[in-house]
T-cell receptor
Framework: EAGVTQFPSHSVIEKGQTVTLRCDPI?????LYWYRRVMGKEIKFLLH????????ESGMPNNRFLAERTGGTYSTLKVQPAELEDSGVYFC?????????????FGPGTRLLVL | AQSVTQLGSHVSVSEGALVLLRCNYS??????LFWYVQYPNQGLQLLLK????ATLVKGINGFEAEFKKSETSFHLTKPSAHMSDAAEYFCAVSDGNYQLIWGAGTKLIIKP
């Protein structure tokens, strides 16, 4: 069974440009999460989808970030326009709702560098 | 509000020695607790989790952690370190609403 995949693995862009990150969750997982780790800091929650609906987006830093989950499958996270402080590693995770707390499985992350 | 504190951004142990990575949490409700590991150039992998069953939790690769409510701790241990254990380890807590709150991470260095 394929794990969570993320694309691209690395992205280097200039300040003011737009970047779109993609996450493909494990097949059948209805929960999808985005997290971010800014260099030297702890990993922070960004948002949580249940199928195609945003369940919790309390961690989204500002309106330059837009997340979508088309048809409840893959998800994209767009940053427009990118700022220097957006640099970091963006992790995606997915889980299956089966009662109780289900383990979140993580992808390898996308390393974003904004110059 | 929940929070996680990991003592030591870097921990260095000799190969074959005991590994002890410390994690303290704060939570207003019975927590779910996790340890994840990130090997170089890889994603986050679940080592073990506590979800209110046995307080001593065994994970992969010989790691285990003990939930101590009185100390609000969930320290990670391994009796004998191996070179392949070199990685960054993260402790995380959840109150059950799915969002994980993370510690700052501890890089484990294994000396030959």
């Amino acid at each position: 069974e394929a794990g969570v995949t993320q694309f691209p693995s690395h992205s280097v862009i200039e300040k003011g440009q737009t970047v779109t990150l993609r996450c493909d969750p494990i097949s059948g997982h209805d929960n999808l999460y985005w997290y971010r780790r800014v260099m030297g800091k702890e990993i922070k929650f960004l948002l949580h989808f249940v199928k195609e609906s945003k369940q919790d987006e309390s961690g989204m830093p500002n309106n330059r970030f837009l997340a979508e989950r088309t048809g409840g499958t893959y998800s994209t996270l767009k940053v427009q326009p990118a700022e220097l402080e957006d640099s970091g590693v963006y992790f995606c995770a997915s889980s299956f709702t089966a009662g109780g707390y289900e383990t979140q499985y993580f992808g390898p992350g996308t390393r974003l560098l904004v110059l | 509000a929940q929070s996680v504190t990991q003592l030591g951004s870097h921990v260095s142990v000799s190969e074959g020695a005991l590994v002890l990575l410390r994690c303290n949490y704060s939570s207003s409700v019975p927590p779910y607790l996790f340890w994840y590991v990130q090997y170089p150039n890889q994603g986050l992998q679940l080592l073990l989790k506590y979800t209110s069953a046995a307080t001593l939790v065994k994970g992969i690769n010989g790691f285990e952690a003990e939930f101590k409510k009185s100390e609000t701790s969930f320290h990670l241990t391994k009796p004998s370190a191996h070179m392949s254990d070199a990685a960054e380890y993260f402790c995380a807590v959840s109150d059950g609403n799915y969002q994980l709150i993370w510690g700052a991470g501890t890089k484990l260095i294994i000396k030959p």
